[in-house]
């Protein structure tokens, strides 16, 4: 098709003309510029070297992004719970420290008291699990929960814990989360 001057060869040449040299982050006309990736590479990686696997599961959805000339892939499963606006309520990932030890990163709106606590509560226990948060910026406040025996049962039994944490103007918000899934994606980390 493109061997043959005509029609497709014109239309070809047309685009070539119109798209012009881009560079990525350059203006396309005064007020527009090119949307730069959504994926933050690190300092260690070069453009067309890292990669992200975004892949859906119940309730969950596994991440992993992969520095391809170190070979080195870091992975995590995450849930976000928002409200109809579109805003952040509750999120965590479960991840994994650098000598593989499992932990839960809790993320709350960022109207959450810095040193607040999150409390999952879950069916058949007395007690919540409680979370100290470790800061807020402007867009998140976090917390940390290392997976022991506790998290490890409630995960096994595809539990749903209510999650409260309280916000600077005196309320509490409170949403209901779910382990079920997470399993499954954990699973489908190569």
């Given at each position: 098709?493109?061997?043959?001057?005509?029609?497709?060869?014109?239309?070809?040449?047309?685009?070539?003309?119109?798209?012009?040299?881009?560079?990525?982050?350059?203006?396309?006309?005064?007020?527009?510029?090119?949307?730069?990736?959504?994926?933050?590479?690190?300092?260690?990686?070069?453009?067309?070297?890292?990669?992200?696997?975004?892949?859906?599961?119940?309730?969950?959805?596994?991440?992993?992004?992969?520095?391809?000339?170190?070979?080195?892939?870091?992975?995590?499963?995450?849930?976000?719970?928002?409200?109809?606006?579109?805003?952040?309520?509750?999120?965590?990932?479960?991840?994994?420290?650098?000598?593989?030890?499992?932990?839960?990163?809790?993320?709350?709106?960022?109207?959450?008291?810095?040193?607040?606590?999150?409390?999952?509560?879950?069916?058949?226990?007395?007690?919540?699990?409680?979370?100290?948060?470790?800061?807020?910026?402007?867009?998140?406040?976090i917390g940390m929960l290392p997976v022991g025996p506790i998290?490890?049962?409630?995960?096994?039994?595809?539990?749903?814990?209510?999650?409260?944490?309280?916000?600077?103007?005196g309320r509490t918000v409170s949403v209901t989360a779910t382990?079920?899934?997470?399993?499954?994606?954990?699973?489908?980390?190569?």
């Open positions: 098709m493109f061997g043959k001057a005509g029609a497709g060869s014109s239309i070809f040449t047309a685009c070539l003309l119109l798209s012009g040299p881009q560079v990525a982050g350059q203006e396309t006309a005064p007020g527009y510029r090119i949307r730069p990736s959504e994926v933050a590479i690190p300092d260690s990686a070069a453009l067309g070297q890292y990669q992200r696997m975004i892949r859906p599961f119940e309730n969950w959805t596994l991440i992993c992004d992969e520095n391809l000339k170190a070979r080195q892939k870091v992975c995590n499963v995450t849930q976000t719970i928002e409200n109809q606006a579109g805003q952040v309520a509750f999120s965590w990932s479960l991840a994994a420290t650098p000598d593989g030890k499992p932990y839960m990163i809790l993320r709350t709106a960022p109207v959450a008291k810095s040193d607040g606590v999150v409390s999952l509560k879950f069916e058949g226990r007395k007690e919540p699990v409680k979370v100290q948060l470790d800061g807020c910026n402007q867009a998140v406040c998290m490890r049962e409630q995960i096994s039994k595809n539990s749903a814990p209510t999650v409260s944490y309280p916000i600077r103007d382990l079920k899934g997470l399993s499954k994606a954990v699973g489908a980390i190569n």
